[in-house]
């Protein structure tokens, strides 16, 4: 089994203590050099509206011209139900033989390995209780850890997320998806998102249960070690609202403390058929702490449209081909020590709302193992607003 492009974890983490998310460093800085402020668009400062109200005029904001930015007409935001801060922390006791069976059963169909299933917390790779079996032996296998990363894999070939990404497809973007080649035969890609979105919608919780919705996201066709397959990234929903699927890191420096945003979504891969060829949860599951809701005050489109703008450089237009409401999940690792010595590690999971403007960037979106993205995330509740570029894990 094999975790591609995971993070290192110390093994120290079922130790960790969980607090609030730790500001981004004076030291990040912005990769973009002609990001720059434009002085030439002005910001109402006072403008809050309603989660009710956020996408107020809509249409006419999404047609409408803008002097440092395109908006592609294949833009759809979805209204949220309501709008919060999440205080997130792993799941106690996720990692269990029965919740492997349940793994087993949704996605191979049977459960006629679960008496091959066991602990593996005492070889190096494990993050403590790792229930699995045929642990990098044979297909299929499974694997659950202590701290939710899970995956399955169904058939003889090693498929796993988006590797040699040969083309990109956006279903919400309600572009029609039509058909592919896949090894030398026609596949119907319209039929393999409406299998794949039924079959998350019917399963994703099927051992977490903090999701109210799932929705394909983006569909890459692949090609590893010679096999075209389909790899599908699954969002995971919140009151109406997608968790982020993208990964990315501010810039730092000098500091054993890091911040990163993974992504919290389901990564399903299929050869074309209706089965699922292998599931692979991100890094990590979660579970919600504490809520705070924030509902009544909130940044509405037609202000995160001018924070944006505001925040672009005059020199020329900028290509927008997404605009998003989502989670991001900030997650901060803090080092300490003890009087003694000893290393202590604090890790804590905060989601925020954002406004995510996410930028045509068609020169790299082929060449690494993720679609490479450049984008701007305006808070929804501050209305700071922030530059960054997803982590490309071939690079």
Known sequence: MHKKYAKTISC???????????????????????????????????????????????????????????????????QPQSVSVLQLENPKNLATPENVKK?????????????????????????????????????????????????????ASDLLCAYGIQK???????????NCTLNGKK??????????????????????????????????????????YLSFDVCKYYKGIPFDDIWFSPEQRNSIDTISYPPNVLEICTLGKPKIESLRNNNYSYTIKKKEPHNDK????????????????????????????????????????????????TISYEARPVWSFIMDNKEHQTKNVQWSRKFINIDMITGKVEYHESDNWDD
């Open 12 to 78: 120290l983490l079922a130790a960790l203590l969980l607090t609030g998310c730790q500001a981004t460093p004076s030291s990040v800085k912005n990769k973009a050099k002609d990001y720059t402020n434009s002085k030439d668009v002005t910001v109402d400062k006072e403008e809050f509206v309603s989660v009710d109200h956020l996408l107020d005029n809509m249409d006419s904001l999404l047609k409408a011209s803008y002097q440092n930015m395109i908006l592609a007409d294949t833009i759809h935001i979805e």
């Open 103 to 155: 793994l087993s059963k949704v996605v191979l169909g049977t459960n006629k390995y679960d008496h091959l299933i066991k602990n593996y917390k005492n070889e190096k790779w494990a993050v403590g209780d790792t229930y699995g079996f045929n642990h990098n032996t044979k297909h299929p296998e499974a694997e659950l850890d202590q701290i939710g990363f899970y995956v399955v894999q169904a058939g």
């Open 168 to 178: 990109i497809y956006h279903p919400d973007w309600g572009i029609p998806l039509g």
């Open 187 to 228: 596949c119907s890609l319209t039929k393999q998102y409406q299998y794949v979105e039924n079959w998350a919608k019917k399963n994703g919780n099927v051992i977490e249960n903090m999701y109210d919705d799932f929705h394909v996201k983006t569909i890459y066709k692949c090609k590893s070690d010679g096999i075209e």
């Open 298 to 345: 909130l940044i509405g489109l037609k202000r995160a449209l001018a924070l944006a703008e505001s925040h672009m450089s005059g020199t020329h237009k900028y290509n927008i081909v997404d605009i998003d409401i989502k989670y991001t999940i900030c997650q901060a690792t803090k080092t300490t020590y003890t009087d003694d010595g000893k290393e202590k590690i």
